[in-house]
């Protein structure tokens, strides 16, 4: 296992290069295994991360800068870079997980990341994971839309159209099709002053509210002009008495 | 508002004043307040317990740690230190909340005590952070018992039983009471082995299973001695590969 590259990628050697193979090592292949590294890697992560986000986002409130954190620690955001670093080529697994392409998985891949980020931590300290998952986590904080990241269809449409001064959009459910353990339900979504009305469909109602939110969204926004970004700008400034220490 | 008193109580001499009186500022105070401040002090805190559980409990898994883990951050265990340093007294509250007792109310006290966490890490950084919480925190983990913290009565009384090749319990609803929007359950917990038979009630089925258990742990524990402590000293024991760095 060449772990030299790896090294590079994610901007960190190891002192103790035995930590890092820990990291990389799935229950499935035996102990040590990256389990409880997983553990002390996300509660770090997530450290690092509430730090960016405050130290970024000086105007934004708890539960906003609450709602960006959980996006960017999750799962499919971990894979996101994983992938990109390449992880999985140095993964090691048991052979039914190999053979079951294990490798590939979401979940090994994003707990592998977070092993990753506990094995510095301990290599370390806490300046070096920071630094580590700053830098990778850079690119992601720069596509971030603080106003849009994490929120469901129908917050969003009723955002958008609250902040237009519009009417709310009226949902009902048009259709129930199936049998009560598999149902499918069909939602229809109308904003009548943009003379908007689409249809959503789902194993729930609230799926399908969601779907038909989704569309009805994209619907008024081919139908109106984009508004000027406002709140963006006022998201990013820091504010007195938030301004951050060297870490 | 004297804060010498206060600062020599969490561990820490802030550099810049200000800092920690907005941690000690609740948002019916005005601005600026501590709601930003607590959801940075919640994930230094969240990250600092989590090295202190992966440390001292080298045998724990991923699991039990986490459960130890939510158990020390909740409202209640941060409650408890706040009261331990007096937070109440220096407080700054609106009006209104003053009058009605908010200066005692455990989720402000809990809020402030995190505020605090958050602006000793803007102050001086992760280290001295880190510092604080574990010099709050060490008393507490003292008196943590890694194999019940947390657990709820009904695995309690399971995981007791089956540590010494004992049948399971049975539970059984012996009534409810009540309309169908208040209802009131009765559940028995029987142990014919031990023969204990005890009730619980509750809300919910569930809630008076949990009472139930409760009790009969309790009289199984009266009718048997205590085993000798096993696992305690396992649990403990720190592992190869899993030493820790120097923070």
Redesign the interface.
């Known amino acids: 296992m060449d772990l030299d590259r790896l090294q590079q990628l994610i901007g960190h050697r190891f002192d103790?290069a035995?930590?890092l193979r820990?990291a990389l090592t799935h229950r499935s292949f035996g102990q040590?295994n990256n389990?409880?590294l997983?553990?002390?890697g996300?509660?770090?992560l997530?450290?690092v991360?509430?730090?960016m986000l405050?130290r970024h986002f000086g105007r934004l409130?708890?539960g906003d800068?609450?709602r960006l954190?959980s996006n960017l620690v999750k799962q499919q955001a971990l894979y996101e870079i994983a992938q990109r670093i390449g992880l999985s080529e140095h993964l090691q697994l048991g052979e039914g997980e190999l053979r079951s392409g294990g490798h590939r998985r979401p979940s090994i891949l994003a707990d592998a990341l977070e092993g990753i980020f506990g094995a510095i931590?301990?290599?370390?300290?806490?300046?070096a994971a920071?630094k580590a998952i700053v830098a990778l986590y850079e690119p992601v904080l720069r596509s971030v839309d603080p106003l849009t990241l994490g929120k469901d269809a129908k917050t969003l449409l009723q955002e958008w159209l609250q902040s237009r001064k519009l009417p709310l959009p009226v949902y009902s459910v048009v259709a129930t099709h199936g049998a009560a353990h598999s149902q499918m339900f069909e939602v229809e979504c109308a904003i009548p002053k943009l003379q908007i009305r689409v249809l959503g469909s789902g194993a729930s109602r609230r799926a399908a509210e969601q779907g038909a939110a989704r569309r009805a969204l994209e619907a008024a926004q081919a139908a109106m002009p984009p508004e000027r970004k406002r709140s963006r700008a006022r998201a990013d400034a820091p504010?007195?008495?938030?301004?951050?220490?060297?870490?």
């Open positions: 103790d035995a930590l820990q040590p389990e409880r997983e553990f002390l996300d509660s770090v997530n450290c991360v509430a730090t405050y409130d708890e800068l609450s954190r931590f301990l290599d370390a300290g806490f300046p920071e504010v007195r008495g938030d301004a951050p220490a060297a870490a």
